[in-house]
């Protein structure tokens, strides 16, 4: 089982590694499963995810008090938006585009009611 969180947690990693790259894609979701993976399967992993510059912060933000920066919250708000707007275009079924409007404003409504952490000097 070592070895299946592993596998989850450096799929998890490199998925975010791709997102950081890619503009509009929240990174934060694939860290919380890696390291949540990598919990299970290597303490040396899990440290690195942790202690990592650019990827431990938003980790350290959620650990501390499920904290989300406004960046990411405007960042994913956008993503969302930017998903839907995609699906209207394409034309898809009504009932599908109502699920999903209820689906996507959930999860931005619980984004936004997530504090925020202090800000620095």
């Known amino acids: 089982m070592r070895y299946a969180w592993l596998g989850l947690g450096a799929g998890s990693v490199l998925v975010a590694l791709i997102a950081v790259a890619l503009p509009l894609v929240p990174s934060t979701p694939f860290l919380l499963v890696a ?44 993503s969302i938006a930017l998903a839907f707007g995609v699906s209207v275009a394409l034309g898809l079924r009504p009932w599908v585009l109502v699920v999903q409007a209820v689906v996507l404003t959930s999860v931005v409504a619980y984004i936004w009611t997530r504090p925020e952490p202090d800000p620095v000097g």
């Open 35 to 78: 390291a949540f993976a990598f919990a299970r399967s290597s303490d040396r992993l899990h440290t690195w995810l942790h202690e990592h510059p650019r990827l431990g912060p938003p980790l350290a933000d959620w650990n501390n008090g499920r904290l989300v920066r406004r960046s990411a919250k405007r960042l994913a708000t956008i």
